[in-house]
């Protein structure tokens, strides 16, 4: 059983444009949110997260909403470059003090932008 | 060393054959975990520790054990390798930080392909 599904599974964006994933979980009781950018041949490297104390969060052209109640968070980057192709990867976890950081990962999504 | 080494790059391995895939970080953090990646799955966790001497499943732990006898190393080990085992794997190590809040760091990765 899936518990955070990720569409779409491929995105082609224009430079310039605006890319969005979107990620759709199933456990409630998930409190912590991260996307994941990976590069090819490397691994997975935090990109941006948040946690469903509040609907929006930022850091320059990166962007995540969240909507508790429809249990859906999605990713917008902003202007997007050539330099963001990559695979992103939406994460759900368990964040309190006594859990292990356990991430249950999307299915991931490979994003070209074209020049 | 600076985060986290995966040995060996890549592997081609006949089916039956035992194999370890070794990880180690330097960062001193307390949880590691195994994950393996494939196309349309994302990744998916195989095992988990919380600190030197404990060990846990993740959602795919069936043909790989781990052990985890210090910090800082965490090897994966397949005893009988089948074909279903041919997959990217992804050692990964967090701790809490000021906020609370675990950053998964991963490694490089090793392909293994298993015939």
């Known amino acids: 059983q899936q518990q955070v599904k990720q569409s779409p599974q491929s995105l082609i964006v224009q430079k310039g444009g605006i890319s969005i994933i979107n990620c759709a979980y199933e456990?409630?009781?998930?409190?912590?949110f991260p996307w994941y950018q990976q590069f090819p041949g490397k691994g997975p490297a935090l990109l941006i997260a948040?946690?469903?104390?509040?609907s929006e969060k930022k850091e320059g052209r990166f962007t995540i909403s969240f909507n508790k109640s429809a249990k859906q968070f999605s990713l917008h980057i902003m202007d997007s470059q050539p330099g963001d192709s990559a695979t992103y990867f939406c994460?759900?976890?368990?964040?309190?003090?006594?859990?292990?950081?356990?991430?249950?990962f999307g299915q991931g999504t490979t994003l070209q932008v074209k020049p | 060393i600076a985060g986290i080494t995966q040995a060996p790059t890549s592997q081609i391995l006949a089916a039956g054959r035992r194999m370890t895939l070794r990880c180690t970080q330097d960062?001193?953090?307390?949880?590691m975990y195994w994950y393996r990646q494939d196309l349309g799955l994302g990744l998916r966790l195989i095992h988990y520790?919380?600190?030197?001497?404990?060990?846990g499943k993740g959602e795919v732990p069936d043909g790989y054990s781990v052990s985890r006898a210090n910090t800082d190393d965490f090897p994966l080990t397949l005893a009988s390798a089948v074909p279903s085992q041919t997959s990217v794997y992804f050692c990964?190590?967090?701790?809490?930080?000021?906020?609370?809040?675990?950053?998964?760091?991963f490694g490089p990765g090793t392909r293994l392909t298993v015939l």
């Open positions: 456990n409630t009781a998930f409190d912590y």
């Open positions: 948040i946690r469903p104390d509040v």
């Open positions: 520790s919380n600190t030197a001497g404990t060990t």
């Open positions: 994460a759900a976890s368990l964040y309190g003090s006594g859990n292990t950081g356990k991430l249950i």
């Open positions: 990964a190590s967090s701790d809490r930080t000021s906020g609370g809040v675990r950053v998964q760091f």
């Open positions: 960062m001193r953090h307390n949880a």
